[in-house]
Structure formats: structure tokens, C-alpha cells
């Protein structure tokens, strides 16, 4: 099957000021020194997109958003639109992270609508599903995250730049990871749901595997079959470890 070139993302969450932009610049000046032949994504805060386009302008290592809103526009105090992101120099946006479905009761259909506006916006959208513990431990964690693709991706998704991430919520910040034929049996049905969903183009699009990925288990992690790259929280917040999960791909 072909596959797409690896796309490591860094996800900052609610972390980093303006002088947090000095990992962003040492990162890129590494990358420089020796590059990489996998994409590089980094996430900060809304605040930070433009200042981060900024210092990276010119250089490899693309800036995303953490979320957008599904409309263009409106009366939606405190949102922030996809084309936004996009005019602030954003390249890609993360949508349905595990902390927006739980956190602020985002459905499927909202996901899907918000990876929309972020096709329409011009943005490589990155849509997330992820099983808990409970759903985990209840042997659920295929079926919850296969309909979690089919309700997530909207069909505009096909023939267009995008990504799934995979990221089990019990895994994010926990330092804990599935078993790597835990990963490999999740990403095979992704792919699955994903060809199902989408047809054809379903095929290519890279699953990203999230959840206390660090220099130490990335280069085994993002060996498995149809992993196509990696979601990073903590460990993207310093140029160093995030460099040892990129240099590990
Ligand atoms: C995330 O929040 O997307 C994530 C994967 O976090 P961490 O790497 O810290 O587990």
C-alpha cells in the first residue's frame, strides 16, 4: 500500500508564551542543520500562530491550530475561525481532540463539521478519535473508534490533505501506551473504516498514533504497520525531546 510521508505534530495545548517560541526556533534551526524526511507540525496556543509562522517563515516546520470553529464567522465569542488560523499563517488544525469531546461535549458531527470548515479554510485538518479506559477494559475500543471515523470525516475529506489521529484518551499525559499490537490492531481498523467511509480516498492518508509518545518508545511505536506518524503532547514542548521523537521516525 503507499504510504504518505510521516507527519510528526507537536500539540502544546494550553502551554507557551511568547518566549516558548525559542523551541519552536531551535527546533527549526536543528532541522535546518539536518533535516528530516518526515513533515514536522507544531501546535501552540491560538496566541501564538502568527508569532510562530513568523519566526518560522521560510523553514519546514509548519504551524497548526489546536481547534477552529465549524462557521466562517459570526457572533461566537471566543472562537476562532478556521480561515483565521489560516491568515495567521496556520497550515493544519487538530479537530476532536479527546480534551474538546470531553471537555466541551463536541460530538462526531460537530468534528466533522469543523473539519470541514477547516478544508474550506484551506487547512490540513487532523481529526482525532481515541477509546477510554472504561471503553478499553469493556472491549470496545475497535467498534468505539471505527464509528468514531465514520462519524467523524466528512466525505469531502477524499482526494484532499488530512490526517486521523489515533490517540487513546487513557494514554494522553499518562505516560501510559497500548502494546504495540494494540496500536497496529486500532490503526488497521481506522485505515478500514477510513477506506469505508471515504473509498479510495481513504487509502493514503497518514493515521498519526497519539498518547505519551517520547524519544524512548518513538522509534518502536512509529514502526508499527499503518502508523503514519505521530500526535505529541508533553514531550513537543522542548525542542530536544520533540527532536528525538522526529529524528526517531
Ligand atoms: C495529545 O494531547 O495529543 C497527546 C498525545 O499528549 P501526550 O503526548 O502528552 O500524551
Not at 518526515?38 to 496566541?47: E, I
Not at 490503526?187 to 487509502?203: I, N, P
Amino acid at each position: 500500500m503507499k504510504q504518505s510521508v510521516k507527519l510528526i505534530a507537536g500539540n502544546w495545548k494550553m502551554n507557551g508564551l511568547s518566549a516558548s517560541l525559542q523551541e519552536a526556533k531551535a527546533l527549526q534551526d536543528s532541522l535546518n542543520d539536518s533535516p528530516v524526511a518526515v513533515r514536522v507540525a507544531l501546535c501552540p496556543p491560538a496566541t501564538l500562530v502568527a508569532q510562530m509562522a513568523w519566526t518560522l517563515k521560510g523553514g519546514t516546520v509548519a504551524v497548526g491550530g489546536q481547534d477552529c470553529h465549524t462557521e466562517a464567522s459570526g457572533a461566537f465569542t471566543g472562537s476562532i475561525a478556521a480561515s483565521m488560523l489560516a491568515d495567521a499563517g496556520a497550515r493544519l488544525v487538530i479537530v476532536g481532540h479527546s480534551e474538546r469531546r470531553a471537555g466541551f461535549g463536541e460530538t462526531d458531527a460537530d468534528v466533522s463539521a469543523k473539519a470541514e470548515a477547516a478544508l474550506a479554510a484551506g487547512l490540513e485538518p487532523i481529526i482525532c478519535v481515541g477509546e477510554t479506559l472504561e471503553q478499553r477494559q469493556a472491549g470496545d475500543a475497535v467498534a468505539v473508534v471505527s464509528a468514531q471515523v465514520m462519524g467523524s470525516l466528512p466525505t469531502s475529506l477524499s482526494g484532499q490533505a488530512f490526517a486521523v489521529a489515533y490517540e487513546p484518551v487513557w494514554a494522553i499525559g499518562t505516560g501510559l501506551t497500548p502494546t504495540l499490537d494494540q496500536i497496529e490492531e486500532v490503526h488497521a481498523a481506522v485505515r478500514a473504516a477510513m477506506v469505508e467511509r471515504l473509498g479510495e480516498g481513504g487509502r493514503t492518508a497518514p493515521i498519526l498514533y497519539g498518547g505519551s509518545v517520547k524519544p524512548s518508545n518513538a522509534a518502536e511505536i512509529l514502526a508499527v504497520a499503518e502508523v503514519g506518524g505521530a500526535l505529541v503532547g508533553g514531550a513537543s514542548l522542548k525542542a530536544e525531546d520533540f527532536l528525538g521523537i522526529i529524528r526517531a521516525a
